[in-house]
């Protein structure tokens, strides 16, 4: 059996990494080809100097002298900027991409990776949150597999093989982040720490605030409805503080299929890689009767009030068009804003709904649309959190 080739968008990143620990676990099955990182190059440089890929590309361009310069002596590729990410995931040695950068950068080497028809495991949900219509009419034209490496949506995804039947509700399980039993008043008094400590998930800063205040969990949403092709009326979002149910899928004979796991991402990226089938893989495994509870679940409503950013989510798919991708914008901008002290952690949603009110909106967006809706909504955003005190 031939060793599936991949590219590694965003290699050292939390997805990235632990792809990585997948393929060194397979590497019978699996062959890097291309690494990529953003400004993290002495990282880059050790995952080259042990996987040997074709090429490694650094985003920053600041860094590449450092990089080319640690590899020197190795047959390597080394490459520079943005574009050099689009281009490496079209070589003809590259079978699948792993599209785990975070935000919107990430759109435009997925698409390049579709247009070369690349089966792509992603794990950029900003892909689909910002170009959803475009991205999955692309895939069907080019007859691209999209199989989805966020947890949600690969239990979604698992659910749904050898289905036929109609489906009636998606549910989305979220853990309710940090926050989930803190005083609504004490909320403007989050600090960057009580925010990352994220109780089941060890993520990246961004993705971490994200799911504090819920934002992530609005993305999903919007993700799940072009992945599944599902109308946002039969998403539902539910608090499942334990992190063991992954995601839910309700049929139109009222039965539900659950994936369930302990809080691992390896699970999802190796499925993605080796659906349909599953390879063995390392590491611990729930046990419903553990002693502890550790058979217990809970869940409860979500809460609109405490978790507003969820609703904004759903009120840009009512939207439609550039909506999404303006909203992603904006949170990008209200996110690094936050991690920077600038502003405080309620204030990034009031920078959302501003951003939202006066973004101007396009109903059938092409990508020149959703390239200048992006840039405009930074620029709102930018303002208004210069407003803020």
Same mark, same amino acid.
């Given at each position: 059996m031939s060793k599936q080739r991949i590219a590694i968008l965003g290699s050292t990143g939390s997805i990235g990494k632990q792809a990585l620990e997948v393929i060194r676990e397979h590497k019978d099955r699996f062959e890097v080809e291309v690494l990529t990182a953003g400004n993290n190059w002495q990282l880059l440089v050790n995952q080259a100097f042990e996987f040997s890929p074709d090429s490694v590309v650094i985003a920053n361009e600041s860094h590449y002298p450092k990089?080319?310069? !640690?590899?020197?002596?190795?047959?390597?590729?080394?490459?520079?900027?943005? !574009?050099?990410?689009?281009?490496?995931?079209? =070589?003809?040695?590259?079978?699948?991409?792993?599209?785990?950068?975070? =935000?919107?950068?990430?759109?435009?080497?997925?698409?390049?990776?579709?247009?070369?028809?690349?089966?792509? !495991?992603?794990?950029?949900?900003?892909?689909?949150?910002?170009?959803?219509? *475009?991205?999955?009419?692309?895939?069907?034209?080019?007859?691209?597999?999209?199989?989805?490496?966020?947890?949600?949506?690969?239990?979604?995804?698992?659910?749904?093989? =050898?289905?036929?039947s109609e489906i009636e509700k998606i549910i989305l399980t979220a853990s309710g982040g940090p926050f989930l039993h803190t005083p609504l008043r004490k909320l403007k008094d989050v600090t960057v720490e009580d925010a990352l400590r994220h109780p089941n998930w060890s993520m990246g800063a961004k993705i971490t605030i994200d799911s504090a205040t819920m934002i992530n969990k609005g993305f999903e949403v919007i993700e799940a409805k072009?992945?599944? @092709?599902?109308?946002?009326? @039969?998403?539902e979002v539910v608090i499942h503080p334990q992190s063991v149910i992954h995601s839910m899928v309700q049929f139109a004979d009222g039965a539900i299929k659950a994936q369930l796991g302990l809080p691992d991402m390896k699970i999802p990226i190796q499925y993605a890689l080796t659906f349909p089938e599953r390879l063995p893989l390392s590491g611990d495994r729930y046990h419903f009767a553990k002693e502890?509870?550790?058979?217990?679940?809970?869940?409860?409503?979500?809460?609109?009030? @405490?978790?507003?950013?969820?609703?904004?989510?759903?009120?840009?798919?009512?939207? =439609?068009?550039?909506a999404p991708c303006v909203l992603n914008a904006a949170n990008e901008v209200?996110?690094? !804003?936050?991690?920077?002290?600038?502003?405080?952690?309620?204030?990034?949603?009031?920078? *959302?709904? @501003?951003?939202?009110?006066?973004?101007?909106?396009?109903?059938?967006?092409? *990508?020149?649309?959703?390239?200048?809706?992006?840039?405009?909504?930074?620029?709102?955003?930018?303002?208004?959190?210069?407003?803020?005190?």
């Open positions: 990089v080319q310069s !640690a590899l020197a002596r190795l047959p390597i590729k080394v490459y520079a900027g943005s !574009a050099a990410l689009e281009q490496v995931v079209q =070589g003809d040695n590259v079978d699948v991409v792993i599209s785990a950068l975070v =935000g919107y950068c990430g759109l435009f080497p997925t698409i390049a990776a579709i247009k070369s028809r690349k089966k792509v !495991a992603l794990a950029n949900k900003e892909s689909l949150v910002v170009a959803g219509d *475009l991205v999955m009419r692309l895939a069907d034209e080019y007859q691209v597999p999209i199989l989805p490496i966020d947890s949600e949506h690969s239990a979604i995804f698992q659910c749904l093989v =050898g289905e036929q072009w992945l599944f @092709r599902i109308d946002p009326k @039969r998403i502890g509870g550790g058979g217990v679940f809970n869940f409860f409503e979500v809460e609109p009030a @405490r978790y507003r950013n969820l609703g904004l989510a759903y009120q840009a798919l009512r939207r =439609g068009g550039n209200a996110v690094h !804003a936050f991690l920077e002290r600038k502003i405080g952690f309620l204030d990034m949603t009031a920078v *959302l709904e @501003r951003t939202m009110d006066r973004a101007q909106m396009v109903d059938s967006a092409t *990508l020149d649309d959703y390239k200048m809706s992006d840039t405009e909504a930074r620029l709102i955003a930018a303002e208004e959190i210069k407003k803020i005190k």
